[in-house]
């Protein structure tokens, strides 16, 4: 796994998932608001925080999704944010490790590593044999069945 450089930029998009995180409300049910901030290639940044509710949305789905509304396509870095988690940053979980993966390979999330220092990997490397759809011009119907 390649690790990048954490950089000025990238101590800047924690900071605005934290703000983010700040001027919104944890419900008082789930007591789980995170925040989280998107840079893109061109260096806009995007911040939002997760939908609660019995199947509520990632702070990282939100994000990308404003940032895709607003006409995104091409993103640098991501980070998602809880004010009581080690060194304030969340992983992305496997959905949302899925779906940077299937949005953006190249994208990077900052995180933790074991140890508690901040580390900065490519989603393809936080999902290793990630789900692909099948490519059905490729098929050649001889495939020996399991
Ligand atoms: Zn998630």
Known sequence: MTFYEITPQDHELIRAALETLSKNFDDGIYHHTVGAALRTAEGRVYTGVNCDGIHGSCAEYVVMGTAISAGERAFDTIVAVHEKARNCLLAPCGNCRQMLVEYCPDIKVILNDDEGKLIKAKATDL?????????????????EQP
């Open 127 to 143: 999902l290793p044999f990630f789900w692909r759809p099948v490519d059905c011009s490729e098929a050649t119907g001889d495939a």
